[in-house]
């Protein structure tokens, strides 16, 4: 089933304190949640003007940027109750939310099951425990385990956000973190390159010398790893590449970090371009070139910017040519080699 979100952004609403790489205040381009309500039906009112939504998609309001299940429950009411009206017209599906794991219990289950809520995404960011501790996470990560198994319970659809290049973090510590995630079925998971913005803490690390961020192509070839381990498990990846408002870059609000405008599709260019070196190693050597079929729809992310993906692949196989050979013959994401 497709889906439609439209996005309500509570930038730190319910957060007990500032994590050491956020700001979403800048990330959202919202500075704070206000205190009436009115703004969440005109929010959802233009969303759903859209020609996007069409029979079969299921229009869902997503609360981001804050830890939901957090707030006050009055204040968790109030905010649900806006979107109520829309669910009894049948013109809005469900309620997904975005919270912390330490935030998470029965009971608060129980009262956001009553109100539509469907779908609970985690920040968990990452599952080692020095990690957590350096990132201020203020949690180890036997709570955003335990937080995801009740929520599983509970019968909600399970989102999990992920973070590379956070402080102390390398890859073996990421693996270990995939496994983990893997093994509690999440519904979609996210994936965020680290960025560096300006004022947080992580800021003052990086001025400092002692924060070095991932570059891009450390970042991508994460990520591909990453999402490429998620699907192969069943598990959707939702997003990869953290969404940038147009103040955000205007402002100079990134001071450093793996950031691109079309970071997803450089990690989806990296994942087909990983199945094609994989399938012509043993080719290579006797042709000296490669041929590709590939589906139409991923042509752009073979070439991509000078041609970035079939040079990625000449360069790994020290092939002398690499021909594509457009087809519908073969699914999108899976090229094959001739």
Same mark, same amino acid.
């Given at each position: 089933m497709k889906l439609f979100i439209i996005p309500i952004f509570i930038p730190h609403s319910g957060c007990p304190h500032q994590c050491i790489f956020c700001d979403q205040s800048r990330i959202t381009g919202q500075k704070e949640e206000p205190q009436d309500t009115g703004w969440i039906r005109e929010i959802i009112e233009r969303g759903l003007e859209s020609n996007r939504i069409?029979?079969?998609?299921?229009?869902?309001?997503?609360?981001?940027?804050?830890?939901?299940?957090?707030?006050?429950?009055? +204040?968790? #009411?109030?905010?649900?109750?806006?979107?109520?009206? %829309?669910?009894?017209?049948?013109? @809005?599906?469900? $309620?997904?939310?975005?919270? +912390?794991? #330490?935030?998470?219990?029965?009971?608060?289950?129980? %009262?956001?099951?009553?109100?539509? @809520?469907?779908? $609970?995404?985690?920040?968990?960011?990452?599952?080692?425990?020095?990690?957590?501790?350096?990132?201020?996470?203020?949690?180890?990560?036997?709570?955003?385990?335990?937080?995801a198994q009740l929520i599983k319970q509970f019968g909600f659809s399970l989102g999990i956000q992920l973070m590379t290049g956070l402080p102390g973090q390398d890859r073996d510590s990421v693996r270990r973190t995939m496994a983990v995630v893997i093994s509690l079925g999440p519904d979609l998971v996210r994936i965020y390159p680290t960025l560096v913005i300006t004022d947080t803490p992580l800021a003052r690390l990086y001025g400092q010398g002692l924060y070095r961020p991932q570059s891009l192509d450390e970042a991508v070839d994460q990520a591909a790893e990453m999402v490429a381990a998620f699907e192969s498990a069943g598990i959707a990846v939702a997003r990869v590449g953290l969404m940038i408002t147009e103040d955000m870059m205007r402002s100079g609000a990134i001071l450093a970090g793996p950031w691109h405008p079309a970071f997803g599709d450089l990690v989806k260019s990296q994942l087909l371009t990983d199945r094609i070196i994989a399938a012509a190693a043993s080719r290579v050597a006797r042709a000296g070139e490669v041929s590709v079929m590939a589906h139409p729809r991923d042509l752009s992310l073979l070439t991509g910017h000078q041609r970035r993906g079939l040079g990625r692949v000449q360069l790994a196989l020290n092939a002398g040519k690499v021909t594509l050979k457009p087809t519908e013959e073969v699914p999108v994401g899976y090229p094959h080699v001739i």
């Open positions: 069409k029979p079969g998609v299921e229009v869902v309001v997503a609360f981001y940027g804050g830890n939901f299940s957090g707030l006050p429950l009055d +204040r968790q #009411d109030h905010l649900l109750r806006e979107v109520e009206p %829309f669910q009894q017209k049948g013109v @809005v599906d469900y $309620i997904r939310i975005s919270t +912390r794991p #330490d935030a998470i219990d029965s009971p608060r289950l129980v %009262f956001l099951k009553e109100r539509g @809520v469907k779908t $609970i995404e985690l920040g968990v960011q990452s599952l080692d425990d020095e990690v957590l501790r350096l990132s201020g996470r203020g949690h180890p990560a036997t709570t955003a385990v335990e937080a």
